[in-house]
């Protein structure tokens, strides 16, 4: 399967539907990106300037921080794949937040979603 379609595009084409997904859901902005600082080591400054240099998502996940130690805890299927047999690295990190953004959506409790 040929990803570098994903990995090519901007997080900051893909995160405002991250919003618009869980603020129709009931949850808000802040939450989501609390999510995304756990997942990525990120903080609200280099958030937003990946967003403003419309950085790829290659990019996005290669500059983090850190990936959380708990992400190996996030399990469950996502768009057809379980996230904890993904076997390219890259592709598990997007799926990862996909997950994570569903959680929310879904009403699943933060502590639950941050895997506490």
């Known amino acids: 399967m040929d990803n570098s379609r994903v990995y090519k595009m901007s997080f900051a084409s893909v995160y405002p539907h991250y919003i618009n ?5 009931g949850r808000t902005k802040q939450e989501l990106d609390e999510v995304i600082f756990w997942l990525t080591g990120y903080d609200a400054q280099t958030l937003q300037q990946h967003i403003d240099n419309k950085t790829n998502f290659e990019d996005f996940f290669e500059q983090a921080p850190q990936l959380n130690p708990n992400v190996t ?3 469950g299927v996502i768009c057809g794949y379980r996230v ?8 598990q990190k997007v799926r990862y937040l996909d997950k994570l953004v569903d959680e929310l959506a879904k009403g699943k409790a933060m502590d639950k979603i941050l895997r506490k």
């Open 21 to 25: 997904k869980v603020e129709k859901k």
């Open 73 to 75: 805890k996030i399990t």
């Open 84 to 91: 904890e047999q993904i076997e390219d690295k890259l592709m």
